[in-house]
């Protein structure tokens, strides 16, 4: 069973716009980024394919696969 953690998400650009703001914080089971993307594209309508995002966490680009701990902040 996954454990969900606080996650600040940064949205740029399009996502930003499609979102409605520009950041928030989630509870998320969310593993890595790939997870979390996937998961806010349920939550908004977002039309970006995951290959076509950047993404850091805490401020370093970084592989969609990193894993994600309490307290991160994701941009993408």
């Not at 940064?10 to 979390?36: K, M």
Request: include cysteine; proline fraction near 5%.
């Amino acid at each position: 069973m996954a454990v969900n953690k606080r996650i600040k998400v940064n949205y740029y650009a399009v996502l930003r716009d499609q979102a409605g703001h520009a950041e928030e914080w989630l509870d998320t089971p969310a593993g890595t980024p790939r997870e979390l993307y996937a998961e806010l594209c349920q939550r908004y309508p977002f039309v970006l394919g995951e290959d076509r995002l950047r993404v850091a966490v805490n401020l370093e680009f970084c592989d969609r696969s990193q894993p994600l701990a309490e307290g991160d902040a994701v941009v993408f």
